[in-house]
């Protein structure tokens, strides 16, 4: 499936003492426009990068990239990604599986160690393994790029999670309000939430929170349920089912989450439970395609347009082993993805309807960041704060 990646713009929050000042081959993060480079682009950068770290095993650049977990398709498209632009490079892509889970995710890079790649983008979600899956990598002077989830001494690149959280939930008190009129504060916000991967998710759930209340006047904080999804489908559904008691009867069901997995688990124990005339969801990440094209309940997601993700990393890695200097954090600019709008994104589904008249709260958002950038929790995490 191939995204049109003209939708997919990086914007780079460079520290004052980490510019990134050259175009390495058509590449500079801060302008970059998010298509892939040429074959012959990247293997300029290959021949560049050897004259200045030669591979290891003396031949071949090989890059171990280590997925979120691959049978879950926002992994299955930032893999076929990464896989295309390493091919047109030239170079030995070694892919390990963290199955959502810390130790696995350090018995891998153990093993790429072992393996002496030459660079490492590790996509892993618990946060407490952060700082000793990079030890093993600090160990031997390999350097990595972290793919969502910050790691310590990694370079970043991801998602906006505060402009994308606030996006998200904003569109979603958009749809209540078309949906339910007066009623919406009679209704409950269920928000997905990933407590287990840190300070990075909690930015993007803070975010849909502030979004949703931004456009909601007095909607009641007891009526803000927040449940861990552990990153799944099947635990998502299991929470929601288990959180359902608590709303009565008719009452109005909001739905957002940590990624579309999770709301579509969400959603579907609602409709397990027949109370699904009564909600409303949107996702993150729009990497469920067919579920966003045809399920009414499910209005929107916010864009992240994975597939492109690769299109970023490979030239990162590559500037890296240059000796070129990167971002401490390159980050995806987002769209709303909608059924008026999705064949714009996915070729294969049709348009439907008309367009919805969503406009991002521009000046509300400015004043929660402003507001954000001054919380204790987001203390050591300024480099990967967006600056706007």
Not at 267 to 273: D, E, I, K
Request: proline share 5%; charged share 20%.
């Amino acid at each position: 499936m191939k995204i049109p990646t003209r939708f997919l713009v990086a914007a780079a929050c460079l520290a004052a003492t980490s510019v990134y000042a050259d175009d390495f081959h058509g590449f500079d993060p801060a302008k970059f426009d998010g298509s892939m480079l040429s074959a012959d682009a990247l293997k300029a950068m290959v021949a560049d990068a050897s004259k200045v770290t030669p591979p290891k095993n003396g031949t071949k650049y090989s890059i171990g990239f280590a997925n979120l977990q691959r049978d879950i398709a926002f992994g299955v498209l930032v893999e076929k990604g990464i896989q295309a632009n390493a091919d047109a490079a030239g170079i030995d892509l070694v892919i390990a599986d963290n199955r959502l889970d810390g130790p696995t995710a350090l018995a891998n890079a153990k093993s790429f160690a072992e393996r002496k790649v030459d660079y490492v983008i590790e996509f892993q979600t618990d946060a407490n393994f952060g700082q000793t899956v990079m030890d093993v990598f600090k160990a031997d002077g390999t350097k990595v790029t972290a793919i969502d989830i910050p790691m310590p001494g990694a370079s970043f690149f991801g998602v906006n999670n505060p402009k994308s959280g606030f996006m998200g939930g904003s569109y979603l008190a958009t749809a209540a309000a078309k949906q339910f009129g007066a009623d919406v504060n009679n209704g409950y916000l269920v928000i997905g939430a990933l407590p287990q991967s840190g300070v990075i998710p909690r930015m993007r759930t803070d975010g849909q929170r502030a979004g949703f209340l931004s456009l909601t006047n007095d909607f009641p904080a007891d009526h803000i349920i927040e449940i861990d999804t552990k990153n799944t489908l099947q635990e998502s559904y299991t929470q929601m089912n288990n959180v359902l008691g608590r709303i009565p009867p008719g009452a109005p069901i909001m739905i957002i989450a940590i990624n579309d997995q999770a709301t579509m688990g969400m959603l579907q124990a609602v409709r397990a439970a027949g109370r699904v005339d009564q909600a409303i969801a949107v996702g993150n990440g729009a990497d469920e395609a067919e579920a966003l094209a045809t399920d009414p309940k499910l209005v929107a997601a916010t864009g992240s347009f994975p597939g492109s993700y690769g299109n970023y990393l490979i030239p990162i890695a590559l500037s890296s082993l240059a000796g070129k200097e990167v971002p401490e954090a390159t980050f995806v600019t987002h769209q709303m993805v909608t059924k008026s709008n999705i064949c714009k994104f996915y070729k294969e589904f049709e348009c439907a309807g008309e367009a919805d008249g969503y406009t991002f709260p521009e000046a509300q958002f400015a004043t929660y960041l402003s507001d954000l950038k001054k919380q204790d929790w987001l203390k050591g995490y300024e480099a990967i704060l967006p600056q706007q």
